[in-house]
């Protein structure tokens, strides 16, 4: 072997061994950018599922103890999404103070803020708010959106529906809930 084609082989291994590290470093080390700094590693109160309003502020599920809640979590461009939210927004007034009633949007990692000028644009009667976290699908384990979860006010999903729901199930859980 002529020492030209040792020193490509030697470069080769070299460049394999980088893009294995840089593969390990990754998917395992690397911390997540939107996670919080010194974030517990047990499934604490501090850890838990949180998302934010229209100004970024952070908020969770412990902020809506007060009464059960009705979640919606939905994509943007998702046409079975809006025509949950309609139905939601059919019931919001007989309902909200009995019942929270919100939707959470959950494909836009970071607030997008064309995402958020068009759903302040469409003046949805119910609040909106983010998962720019994108942690959602960990805490609710749902498979598709949309995606409704009836809540008690433990934070317990009593009742839960993906894709479509009826109006009379819709009305059925709510009743349930209060």
């Given at each position: 072997?002529?020492?030209?084609?040792?020193?490509?082989?030697?470069?080769?291994?070299?460049?394999?061994?980088?893009?294995?590290?840089?593969?390990l470093?990754?998917?395992?080390?690397?911390?997540?950018?939107?996670?919080?700094?010194?974030?517990?590693?047990?499934?604490?109160?501090?850890?838990?599922?949180?998302?934010?309003?229209?100004?970024?502020?952070?908020?969770?599920?412990?902020?809506?103890?007060?009464?059960?809640?009705?979640?919606?979590?939905?994509?943007?461009?998702d046409?079975?999404?809006?025509?949950?939210?309609?139905?939601?927004?059919?019931?919001?007034?007989?309902?909200?103070?009995?019942?929270?009633?919100?939707?959470i949007?959950?494909?836009?990692?970071?607030?997008?803020?064309?995402?958020?000028?068009?759903?302040?644009?469409?003046?949805?009667?119910?609040?909106?708010?983010?998962?720019?976290d994108?942690?959602?699908?960990?805490?609710?384990?749902?498979?598709?959106?949309?995606?409704?979860?009836?809540?008690?006010?433990?934070?317990?999903?009593?009742?839960?529906?993906?894709?479509?729901?009826?109006?009379?199930?819709?009305?059925?859980?709510?009743e349930?809930?209060?």
């Amino acid at each position: 072997m002529s020492k030209k084609n040792i020193i490509i082989l030697i470069i080769s291994i070299l460049m394999l061994v980088m893009a294995f590290g840089v593969f390990l470093y990754s998917k395992h080390i690397r911390k997540n950018p939107n996670a919080p700094e010194n974030q517990p590693a047990s499934n604490s109160e501090e850890q838990a599922f949180h998302f934010y309003d229209y100004d970024k502020n952070s908020l969770s599920l412990n902020d809506f103890s007060d009464k059960p809640s009705v979640i919606l979590f939905w994509k943007s461009d998702d046409s079975n999404s809006y025509d949950i939210i309609s139905l939601l927004e059919q019931y919001y007034e007989e309902y909200k103070d009995k019942v929270n009633i919100f939707g959470i949007n959950v494909n836009e990692p970071d607030i997008d803020y064309e995402i958020v000028d068009n759903v302040k644009a469409a003046r949805f009667k119910i609040p909106m708010y983010f998962d720019t976290d994108l942690l959602a699908k960990d805490e609710f384990n749902y498979e598709v959106l949309p995606y409704l979860a009836f809540i008690d006010t433990d934070g317990n999903v009593v009742n839960d529906f993906s894709v479509t729901i009826t109006e009379d199930q819709f009305l059925a859980n709510l009743e349930l809930l209060k």
